[in-house]
């Protein structure tokens, strides 16, 4: 197991590298994607802080939704963080995919947010 910890995390360190170099100031949309559900956060690095978070755990998005790991979740999850990342003043940010191919949930989400305002 240690090693696929390692590869994952070695993939995750690619595809932060790249997005901090490509960035120019902007914010960070993280995407995070367990067995049972998938976590987005906009993230200002230079001040390390978390501006919004949306998640399919939350009481409100779980309504609705058979399980919090389909596409479906997925979709509203990425609506839910751009209203929330665009109340905070945020439209432009950099995806960062956190390893993860962007393909099946991670794609919907993107796409989700894309749709809601964000800019990336």
């Given at each position: ?8 995390e070695?993939r995750q360190?690619r ?17 995070f ?9 906009v993230?200002d690095?230079d ?14 998005t ?19 963080i ?13 995806f ?11 794609k919907?989400?993107?796409?989700a ?8």
């Open positions: 197991m240690s090693k696929l910890n390692n590869r994952m070695r360190g595809v932060r590298g790249a997005l901090l170099r490509a960035a120019h100031g902007r914010k960070r949309l993280s995407v994607r367990s067995s049972k559900h998938i976590y987005a956060q993230i690095d001040a390390g802080k978390t501006l919004a978070a949306a998640s399919s755990a939350e009481k409100t779980r309504q609705g939704l058979k399980t919090g790991a389909n596409i479906e979740a997925a979709k509203t999850v990425g609506k839910l751009a209203q929330r990342a665009q109340e905070k003043g945020v439209k432009n940010v950099v960062d995919r956190g390893g993860y191919l962007y393909h099946g949930r991670v919907a989400l993107a796409e947010a894309r749709e809601g305002g964000l800019n990336f």
